[in-house]
């Protein structure tokens, strides 16, 4: 309670039995009841952000998420970025690629990235399952050379001594399974002289370490090491150096200026995995698909495509999901309206019954209800087929001929019968619920005034009962725009939904990016639609009851 | 308090155990397969001997084959994998495989020898067309048809699909462009081995498409393996493509008056894969019963409950008789020779590049 000594007398502003200005003891009142009923549905608040709006939030994400390409091959994509994508990409760019691949085949990632990249060039998917098991052949190359000279280019432990600090090797020649291991650390200056050698075996070496948990004293050397040790040899000078293994590396040196030493450029050794790689599409489609987020999925829901020259529309011959977008829209449209002319007088009766015979008759709308909906489709298959219940009738009624029996089902029409069906008990009730409130008295009034039947009903009922059919109509327009299970029985081919197609990309072809993409446009379109119903008829005019 | 005692307790058991024991092995399996006939065939012939031998073990069936690569890629993101085997078609293994969601494995580690020391990968051979698909049938894809529909002449070649002539009426499809474009250019002049060549072309596609065009008012397309027997069934068509072991079904144990086409059937092949991220202890159990039942007497075992062929060279001489029915099952086998005069083999690799690009075409072309 706020007492307000209200005397006249006092300035300023009024305070409350405390002392405190009115204003601030009511606002804490305030605050203290919203913070109540806050708590009080944080439970389900949180609930809904957890279950709900975060996995769509998450899945909608996927729409525009392309991290994939340049987390998997990032130096390949870095060196593509200076390319004008003319013709053959520098060698550079093969020599990247190379090294990236080689350590996504290890890590078993190639195949993904040529999975997500066969979405958008034919091939690619074989091409890096080929590339993964093929790269070997190219550092084999050298491998085998080093290894006729001296065998312990094929030995773990002469590797370690060349690449490693002294601190690290004898940490690691400590330790055993089970304890964490030291980690990696180069050796003070033999990034100076062997780059890419160090880099590479740098990589390989942590990799052994985190991922597969060997010591690197343990495991030789990938054939990358030895194909930068070769880049290293070739353009460098050791005839100074005097580290750890200085023998080796100096034979080494020398047998790579002999010219009796067998070299593959990294562009042959791409050639003989597969040609492709020497078709400018596949290096044009990893530069066109290289930046973490991409417009690429939402083009492709649009029937159009990426290109290095912008947007463009897919051939004639690919485009299908405007057209089912169109239809999906046209044919839920044609729903609701069936619902609407079906299911007004059903609520009418219903609101205009004894509540006895109308409870009676409501269990009668509401029994498809607890049906399953695959029983009550199927059943409408059985209903409709060509050698169906209601073909037989037809045909024993004389009205059809036998061997021109009507197609009924696996088109637009069978989706349209058997959704209608499945969706009117959410017109009436809403309407039903609408219209039990229309008191009778308006009627009667209106007929004791003169008026006709249809000129009560239009003019007297028929406007009050408009609420009814706004929120039925929007309940039904909205449930059968995302409609899947039905369509995809009945429907046939003409009679398929969109929610079809993204249903054929989340489970079949596993293009997670297009679904969510064309599951966002659904839902932008159904937003839109609501806010136009809001302008338009105004969303204070749906009752639900 | 109780639990802590409990943990304590069974933490010292397992620690005991371990020493004696090389390795745990969970007492429960969660497997995955197509429910039906086909899951029943192998509770029969892997799961129920298996359990007969570790009655400890508990086996549950999860029927989610159909859509395992998706859930099993979910599985995977959230880090939790329920599953412990999973039956799926080879081309699904591959994908799996290429997306780091199913276990490379050894064959010869893994798998029994047959019974005559030949290594399992030899035994297996070419069924073995992923690095981590364990093959288990080979089934086909093949046309049945109504015998009492079809007139005076029955159909013996695949391209009767194509002749709206020779037999009038509708045809049921699988609507997917797998199987359909094959069929389409052989019945429409392409040399079999060509095939492939053919349809990497737009333009082979394009001819496949325009050859299926001319029957396309008369195809009614199914997406569920139970949906030609049945509309064969209610005669709602005339003839249509499904697994043979429906047609087995709806011929020998329903009786219906269908025949089937063993022409030009499309060997495909089913087996497990073990989903990656297995504890050691569920790894441990799954390597344990998939030596089991991946041999050469299981694998024949299956045949006696349906009419799909072992993957393995050493089982086929041991297929027997239908449980219930009493029939030779070797006759309805797939790769009976009698059967197999002219088949094709699902080609994975094509697919696997093309399947995205040739189905957005079909996808259009259904549409229109």
Known sequence: MTDATGDGSQSGPMLAADGTPLKKSLARALRMQKMRALMLIAPLLLFVLVTFIAPIADMLFRSVENQIVSDTIPNTTAVLEEWDGEGLPPEAAFEAAYYDIFLAAERKEHTKLGTRLNYELTGASSLFRKSGRGLDDIGEVYQDQFKDLDRDWDEAEPWAELMGDPAWLSAQAAWTKGERQPAFALRDGVSDILPKTAREYAVFARYQQTEENKSPLKEEPWTAVHTALYEDLKAGDLSGYTGPRAEMLKAADALVDSPDFETITFQAGFEDIDEDWLAPDIWRTIKLYSSSYTSGYFLNSVDMQLTPDGPEARPENERIYMLLFQRTLFMSLVITFSCILLGYPVAYILSNLPSRTANLLMILVLLPFWTSLLVRTSAWKVMLQQQGVINDVLVWLGLVADDARLAMINNQFGTIVAMTHILLPFMILPMFSVMSTIPHSYVRAAKSLGATNWTTFWRVYFPQSVPGIGAGSILVFILSIGYYITPEIVGGTTGTFISNRIAYHISSSLNWGLAAALGAILLAVVLLLYWAYDKIVGIDNVKLG | ?368
């Open chain 2, 1 to 368: 308090m109780k639990l802590t005692k409990t943990l304590l307790a069974s933490t010292a058991l397992t620690v005991a155990a371990g020493a004696v024991a090389a390795q745990d092995m969970t007492d429960s399996m969660t497997l995955v397969s197509w429910g039906g006939a086909y899951q029943r065939s192998q509770d029969e012939a892997y799961a129920k001997p298996y359990i007969a031998m570790h009655p400890e073990v508990s086996v549950s069936w999860d029927e989610s084959s159909n859509e395992a690569v998706a859930k099993l890629r979910a599985m995977n993101e959230a880090g939790n994998i329920t599953w412990d085997l999973v039956d799926v078609v080879a081309a699904d293994a591959m994908r799996l495989c290429d997306e780091g969601l199913a276990m490379e494995y050894d064959p010869d580690e893994l798998l029994a020898p047959a019974p005559d020391g030949t290594s399992a990968s030899d035994d297996f051979g070419d069924m073995i067309v992923s690095d981590c698909f364990i093959p288990q049938i080979v089934y086909s894809t093949t046309v049945g048809y109504r015998t009492d529909l079809v007139g005076d002449t029955p159909p013996t070649d695949i391209c009767a699909i194509f002749d709206l002539d020779a037999y009038p009426g509708k045809r049921s499809l699988e609507k997917r462009p797998i199987n359909n474009m094959e069929w389409a250019l052989y019945c429409d002049g392409v040399a079999k081995d060509d095939i492939y060549d053919v349809l990497e072309t737009p333009e082979g596609q394009d001819q496949a498409l325009a050859k299926l065009d001319t029957i396309k008012d008369s195809v009614v397309w199914w997406s569920a393996g139970a949906d030609t027997p049945q509309l064969l069934a209610d005669g709602e068509v005339i003839m249509g493509s499904t697994y043979n072991g429906r047609l087995f079904s709806v011929i020998e144990e329903q009786k219906q008056p269908v025949a089937m086409l063993w022409d030009m059937q499309v060997f495909d092949l089913d087996g497990w894969i073990i989903p990656t991220g297995l504890s050691d202890e569920a790894l441990a159990r799954v390597k344990d019963f998939v030596y089991f039942a991946t041999d050469t007497q299981r694998l024949a075992d299956q045949a006696k409950y349906i009419s799909y062929g072992p993957a393995r060279v050493s089982s086929a001489p041991l297929v027997g008789q239908h449980e219930e029915l009493g029939i030779d099952m070797a006759p309805h086998m797939p790769t009976d020779p009698e059967n197999a005069s002219n088949t094709l083999l699902y080609n994975y690799e094509f697919w696997a590049d093309y399947r995205d690009d040739i189905d957005a075409k079909f996808q259009a072309w259904l549409a229109q």
